[in-house]
């Protein structure tokens, strides 16, 4: 795929879509480059996810051993950022673009 349509995010741990134009100035062949490329994306991210789980996991044992206040309220918020990911890689699995009339041009 090229670059130029996509960017990796290193928070969320995969590519997403850069599109530098509106969706419906894109050629169909572009628009069909693009659609094939998220899906390919979009199957990787409920095994993104299922990662993400993991690791909150774990962070929850080690919150159940913490002794020191500070240390519960550091791993607390990386649980909570552990979430967001989650919650926001949910809604890019959700998102899914249709080739547009203009596009089938």
Excluded at 72 to 90: F, T, Y
């Amino acid at each position: 795929m090229k670059s130029e349509f996509f960017s990796y995010n290193s928070r969320l741990g995969i590519q997403l879509p850069r599109l530098s134009k509106d969706w419906t100035t894109y050629s169909s062949q572009e628009q069909e480059m693009v659609l094939l490329e998220w899906e390919r994306v979009r199957g990787m991210i409920p095994d993104r996810i299922q990662e993400i789980e993991v690791e909150i996991e774990r962070l929850q044992t080690e919150l159940a051993q913490a002794d020191h206040f500070d240390r519960s309220c550091m791993i607390n918020g990386e649980i909570s950022e552990r979430a967001s990911e989650i919650n926001d890689l949910w809604i890019w699995y959700r998102t899914t673009p249709d080739k547009t009339q203009r596009g089938m041009m």
